[in-house]
């Protein structure tokens, strides 16, 4: 069974930073692409950020290029968004998913290539 656990969300001032933290279990984050997503009340689920399961290269949303860094530790199966210079506009539910087939190259931002998601944590930006 696969199940990731996102954490480390929270409130803070336009400027600031958070890193969120998704600790996976069942399979290993090496094996599959992992995304991150948000979803902002009333709009829809959109990609933030994505490494590639050999951990060669990462994918990020222009809005967050330059601000927001994924990363991941191996020997804690744990994935990471590091997110600077936080704006009002990146208030959202963040999400971590793990995609659906091993050692593929997957169309990263695509919400459906991702078959496991956890439950979320919120993230709150105040101007």
């Known amino acids: 069974q696969v199940l990731l656990v996102e954490s480390g969300g929270g409130l803070v001032q336009a400027g600031g930073s958070l890193r969120l933290s998704c600790a996976a279990s069942?399979?290993?984050?090496?094996?599959?692409?992992m995304g991150w997503f948000r979803q902002a009340p009333g709009k829809e689920r959109e990609f933030v950020a994505a490494i590639t399961w050999s951990g060669g290269n990462t994918y990020y949303q222009d809005s967050v290029k330059g601000r927001f860094t994924i990363s991941r530790d191996n020997a804690k199966n744990t994935v990471y968004l590091q997110m600077n210079s936080l704006k009002p506009e990146d208030t959202a539910v963040y999400y971590c998913?793990?995609?659906?087939?091993?050692?593929?190259?997957?169309?990263?931002?695509?919400?459906?290539?991702?078959?496991?998601w956890g439950q979320g944590t919120q993230v709150t930006v105040s101007s």
């Open positions: 998913a793990q995609t659906g087939r091993a050692y593929y190259r997957s169309t990263y931002y695509r919400a459906d290539e991702y078959h496991h």
């Open positions: 069942g399979r290993t984050v090496t094996t599959y692409d």
